[in-house]
């Protein structure tokens, strides 16, 4: 029996693949790596490739490297790389050893560049970018050799040291791979290795003017670690040609158990962005609090929201991994939270919404004391205090003067409902503000009723919810929306103007005064709401709606 075989997980391609090389004995272990650009945060995206590479490293007792593939200094940063670490950990993946960087190699990358120019298979090119950029020909003609093309090694030596020398000016010439101009894969038309960079690297300093490209230093990096499998996104597919070529053609790599790429579809969600060019772009314009706006596809804006590591890393099992590209249903993701919380969020109330209830047969001045279940499948978890007296709060939803039909199950002039989990009251008038607004609603009660149904037979269907008004504690409620109004915003280059004005809205209510010292990020159910947590930047009393308790979306649709 193969170690997958012993897991009780969905197999997919990648899995038969490992199944297979560990049979054989081409590899003898599984080493994936999890490589992502320090130039922004992660995102739902990234979190499936991280489930997927960290995943098979633990089912098949292998490892995984966190790899920092920080080749391109420009757009990179030091606050990447720690939200990055802070996010794989937070998502309950532990990385091989330390983190790596691409930039440790540099000067290994760079004495393979050599090995290449000695073997006559790289050399130096002064073309201008628009005289490559036409010599590469299209998709239907083949590209014309360089100029530069049939420099001789020694040369190309000599030519590629005063690169590294800082002899050059930036973009007056790069090293390029000698492969083949007519592949009819563009990557292989001798493809840039090297270009030059007089910028400040934030691993390296000012050691290095010349910055290898992805397709050359991606493959070293995961040889140099020992990568056994190198799993990337199908946009890769042609490029595994050039990470084959430059492998075969480096001695202490041409080998049988060296890496190989295999390449998996991304995931595209609806209603969102994914590339950290847009997620940059929302950041900047201000359109959003930050890269952890509760609305952002980041880990950390979902990890604020109130999603779980548990939630994520069942939403990568459920989407599975293919090789067909797809749009994924919000809905999925978040039936893989609604299913979490369900089972482990504590019950609360809260009324985000509120109208001041006055229930005129209390005694004035007398406040009760109720033992609610924290939930009420799960007694193990035990009671909480709540309170109960004649000022209350309810959901200005859950009062209409006349009742629209039988089916109404909340309160309206004359109409019953049961307090969650304390009184029947009857709604008996009202006052509103000059606007028409309910401003106080008043009830009775019938005090026979706290956790029994009336006396009389009576029957009284609908159940609200509601705070007890001198024990309430004010809090803000922020709920969020689709952030885009349309389902592929990535297609439209001006994704902006389809952003979704009604994506935040703030509220001002009351919560259980428990809930005073709640934790950041830990979840609650607000019973008939949704599930909510602690905003964990705001100083006050926050809560960020993570999920409404049912798919209310998929059904308007
Ligand atoms: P973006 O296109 O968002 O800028 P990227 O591919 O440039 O992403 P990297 O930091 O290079 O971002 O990605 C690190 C790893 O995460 C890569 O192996 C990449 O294939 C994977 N990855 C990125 N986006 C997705 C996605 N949407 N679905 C699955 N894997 C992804
Ligand atoms: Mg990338």
Known sequence: MSQNEAIDKPTNFIRHIIDEDLASHKHDHVHTRFPPEPNGYLHIGHAKSICLNFGLAEDYNGACNLRFDDTNPTKEDIEYVESIMRDVAWLGFKWEGEPRYSSNYFQQFHDYAVELINKGLAYVDFSSPEEMREARGTLKEPGKNSPYRDTSADENLVLFTKMRQGEFKEGECVLRAKIDMASSFMCMRDPTLYRIRFETHHQTGDAWCIYPMYDFAHCISDAIEGISHSLCTLEFQDNRRLYDWVLDNLDDFNKPDRPHQYEFSRLNLAYTVMSKRKLHQLVDDKLVSGWDDPRMPTVSGMRRRGYTPASLRDFAERIGISKVDSMTEMSILEASIRDDLNVVAPRTMGVIDPIKVIIENYPEG????????????????????????????????????????????????????????????????????????????????DPETLGKNPADGRKVKGVIHFVEATKAVPAEFRLYDRLFTVENPGKSEDFESVLNPESLKIMQGFVEPNLADSVPEVAYQFEREGYFCRDNKSEGLVFNKTVGLRDTWTQAQ
């Open 366 to 445: 007398q406040v009760e004391s109720i033992q609610a279940p924290v939930h009420p499948q799960n007694e193990e978890m035990g009671k909480r205090e709540i309170f109960f007296s004649r000022e209350l709060y309810i959901d200005r939803a859950d009062f209409i003067e006349e009742a629209p039909n039988k089916k109404w199950q909340r309160l309206a002039i004359d109409k019953e409902v049961r307090l969650r989990n304390a009184y029947i009251v009857k709604a008996e008038r009202f006052e509103t503000d000059a606007a028409g607004n309910v401003t106080t609603l008043y009830c009775s009660y």
